[in-house]
């Protein structure tokens, strides 16, 4: 208990102090180099690994990784899979434009190049569709949780279908991605206050999680290209999480 209470009480200030250097670091890039999308890559994934190495992350990868820029499309189980992500080609993400005024990770996001969606707006399809485009010719993967809200598992929510849509009318590429942690606690779901939250499960020594990737699609029809992703991220989801299942039996048996 006390070891999970100082993990915490360091970590969490940590994680604090590395998006606010590295949101200034993005600042200072854009100012002199512009949004060259390798600079910016070689920093979101240098503060990926700093953050791997204080909060004690562990990602197990399974599946290969697109070689080409394509839509990674993944379920949703907590507030840090966004960095448990990993990725060949330069990544931005689609988020709520709500989120865009959030302090340090709202703009450190913005100069990652995110792609911020109005729900409530009639032109939003099209404005997202041009900006997601965009973004692939300009050799940018792209990361979407299409369930919208994260869910505990290990089954997955019905996807959002906007951006399948999208997908299909302009011919982008969709590779679906399913992630599964080993402690499911870790969601952050329900009416549950996320400081007390955070400081609970980021006193844990290692947060372990597996990442595995399916097959890329490039279908003519929304629908369709919803129907196989769903399915592949589901049926594997809940693969992954037997594998954890059978793992902490053993661990309790040793």
């Given at each position: 208990?006390?070891?999970?209470?100082l993990?915490?009480?360091?970590?969490?200030?940590?994680?604090?102090?590395?998006?606010?250097?590295?949101?200034?670091?993005?600042?200072?890039?854009?100012?002199?180099?512009?949004?060259?999308?390798?600079?910016?890559?070689?920093?979101?994934?240098?503060?990926?690994?700093?953050?791997?190495?204080?909060?004690?992350?562990?990602?197990?990868?399974?599946?290969?990784?697109?070689?080409?820029?394509?839509?990674l499309?993944?379920?949703?189980?907590?507030?840090?899979?966004?960095?448990?992500?990993?990725?060949?080609?330069?990544?931005?993400?689609?988020?709520?434009?709500?989120?865009?005024?959030?302090?340090?990770?709202?703009?450190?996001?913005?100069?990652?190049?995110?792609?911020?969606?109005?729900?409530?707006?009639?032109?939003?399809?099209?404005?997202?569709?041009?900006?997601?485009?965009?973004?692939?010719?300009?050799?940018?993967?792209?990361?979407?949780?299409?369930?919208?809200?994260?869910?505990?598992g290990?089954?997955?929510?019905?996807?959002?279908?906007?951006?399948?849509?999208?997908?299909?009318?302009?011919?982008?590429?969709?590779?679906?991605?399913?992630?599964?942690?080993?402690?499911?606690?870790?969601?952050?779901?329900?009416?549950?206050?996320?400081?007390?939250?955070?400081?609970?499960?980021?006193?844990?020594?290692?947060?372990?999680?597996?990442?595995?990737?399916?097959?890329?699609?490039?279908?003519?029809?929304g629908?369709?290209?919803?129907?196989?992703?769903?399915?592949?991220?589901?049926?594997e989801?809940?693969?992954?999480?037997?594998?954890?299942?059978?793992?902490?039996?053993?661990?309790?048996?040793?």
């Amino acid at each position: 208990m006390i070891a999970r209470f100082l993990r915490s009480s360091y970590r969490i200030p940590g994680f604090l102090f590395l998006s606010l250097a590295y949101t200034l670091k993005l600042g200072i890039v854009h100012i002199i180099h512009g949004a060259d999308r390798h600079r910016i890559h070689r920093i979101l994934i240098e503060f990926i690994h700093r953050v791997y190495a204080l909060m004690g992350i562990r990602v197990f990868v399974q599946g290969e990784l697109p070689e080409e820029p394509s839509i990674l499309m993944g379920n949703h189980r907590s507030y840090v899979d966004a960095v448990m992500i990993p990725a060949k080609t330069p990544v931005v993400f689609v988020g709520r434009v709500e989120s865009k005024s959030w302090p340090i990770i709202g703009w450190g996001a913005t100069l990652l190049g995110t792609i911020w969606v109005n729900r409530k707006s009639k032109e939003s399809r099209k404005e997202t569709r041009e900006s997601v485009k965009q973004r692939l010719q300009d050799g940018f993967g792209i990361v979407i949780f299409p369930e919208g809200t994260t869910h505990v598992g290990p089954d997955v929510l019905e996807y959002r279908p906007s951006m399948f849509y999208i997908s299909a009318e302009g011919g982008f590429p969709v590779t679906p991605i399913a992630i599964e942690y080993k402690d499911p606690n870790i969601a952050w779901v329900g009416q549950s206050m996320f400081v007390p939250h955070a400081w609970k499960q980021f006193g844990a020594k290692h947060i372990d999680v597996k990442v595995s990737y399916g097959p890329t699609y490039c279908l003519p029809d929304g629908g369709e290209m919803l129907e196989k992703t769903r399915a592949w991220t589901e049926k594997e989801a809940l693969r992954l999480r037997r594998e954890w299942d059978e793992q902490i039996a053993e661990e309790r048996k040793g």
